[in-house]
T-cell receptor, first 111, second 112 residues
């Protein structure tokens, strides 16, 4: 699986959009980009995933650049409850099913 | 669905004792994963199963750790004997397809 690089920490004002970047410059054509988050003392929570098209669900939007070397997770209206560590993971579609978590980005939503 | 259920939520044990962590995956999910999380090492995959069969146990730290999945609705992670460095939060997760994993709430293990 391709290595991903994320900023260590970010702040966002409550009610504003939170844009979390992720670099995955070595991603291969069959690798999906997954986003998870972990709120303190809880298990990681799946947010969204995509291959090359932009994706949106009730939680967030995922924007993947055309060359697929980077992506951005967008939380459109951040709330205090969105404070968490956000993980960006690249994973292939082959038989290996495991997700490898990096250090992630600590997002702090400020009141 | 109640989600992935782990028990116990907290476990405190003395060094040298046997510890058994339990996990009930979501019904219908055919993959089950055990992760360990510490401040120093983050989230580490220990082992995962597909259709109750262990597929990759390369993350199991040593022979003191063992995991079983006797049926589709139950898995255990056993540490025998336990050591203080095993103190961590242990997560179980299950999945069916590429949509993503569902994690349990974790078991916080403290070995004194």
């Amino acid at each position: 699986d391709a290595k991903t690089t994320q900023p260590t920490s970010m702040d966002c004002a409550e009610g504003r959009a939170a844009n979390l970047p992720c670099n995955h410059s070595t991603i291969s054509g069959n690798e999906y980009v997954y986003w998870y988050r972990q709120i303190h003392s809880q298990g990681p929570q799946y947010i969204i995933h995509g291959l090359k098209n932009n994706e949106t669900n009730e939680m967030a939007s995922l924007i993947i650049t055309e060359d697929r070397k980077s992506s951005t997770l967008i939380l459109p209206h951040a709330t205090l409850r969105d404070t968490a560590v956000y993980y960006c993971i690249a994973r292939g579609s082959g038989s290996a099913r495991q997700l490898t978590f990096g250090s992630g980005t600590q997002l702090t939503v400020l009141p | 669905d109640a989600g992935v259920i782990q028990s116990p939520r907290h476990e405190v044990t003395e060094m040298g004792q046997e510890v058994t962590l339990r996990c009930k995956p979501i019904s219908g999910h055919d993959y089950l994963f055990w992760y360990r999380q510490t401040m120093m090492r983050g989230l580490e995959l220990l082992i995962y199963f597909n259709n109750n069969v262990p597929i990759d146990d390369s993350g199991m730290p040593e022979d003191r750790f063992s995991a079983k999945m006797p049926n589709a609705s139950f898995s255990t992670l056993k540490i025998q004997p336990s050591e203080p460095r095993d103190s961590a939060v242990y997560f179980c997760a299950s999945s069916f397809d590429r949509a993503g994993y569902t994690f349990g709430s974790g078991t916080r293990l403290t070995v004194v």
